[in-house]
């Protein structure tokens, strides 16, 4: 049964930061691509970042692109995203999600097409 | 950015009812489209893949179709189990994008 754990979140004060993490397990974790999405309080479904398997290769939101980092250790089954200069607007709850088992390309960006599973997710407050 | 409009926002139906949920894309997206399903408090869980694909164990009441910019995803049977919110994402590129999503609420 494929299980994805986030932890991490909490109340962070603005231009902070914080990392969180996804512990997987019943799956092949170094054959998936992962990725994060968030979700503002009442809000829909944006999408924050995304990994390869191997790691070789991240995408990220524009949103966010030189402010978070992706990351995972497939030793330990645990994909990360280190988040600085955290923003206000960025309170969220942050869900890791699953690849489906293909990538898709485009415009020379691999990423998963889908999300197949989602954990149940942290939920990071930045205000001061 | 690819914009994906969902359409309604919400609604209200009765058990047993047909519901249609549509979602158009601002560009061709051939048919590079997921619909979701997030009940309240839950994370979102997978239904439909490419379009049209019913994702293992989802059932049958659900259904998706469309190609290019018009898509529509159908529960062919209202039950009390399906209240939630709804949203297709595209993956025809990046970033990543997901519909505003629709509320289904029962009557």
Known sequence: EVQLLESGGGLVQPGGSLRLSCAASGFTFSNYAMSWVRQAPGKGLEWVSSISGSGSSTNYADSVKGRFTISRDNSKNTLYLQMNSLRAEETAVYYCAKGGSLQFCSAGSCYPPVFDYWGQGTLVTVSS | ?107
């Not at chain 2, 009765?14 to 949920?21: A, E, F, K, L, P």
């Not at chain 2, 049209?52 to 998706?64: K, M």
């Open chain 2, 1 to 107: 950015d690819i914009q994906m409009t969902q359409s309604p926002s919400s609604l209200s139906a009765s058990v047993g009812d047909r519901v249609t949920i549509t979602c158009q894309a601002s560009q061709d997206i051939s048919n590079y489209l997921n619909w979701y399903q997030q009940k309240p408090g839950k994370a979102p869980k997978l239904l439909i893949y490419d379009a049209s694909n019913l994702e293992t164990g989802v059932p049958s009441r659900f259904s998706g179709s469309g190609s290019g910019t018009d898509f529509s995803f159908t529960i062919s049977s209202l039950q009390p189990e399906d209240i939630a919110t709804y949203y297709c994402q595209q993956y025809k590129d990046l970033p990543l994008t997901f519909g505003g999503g629709t509320k289904v609420e029962i009557k």
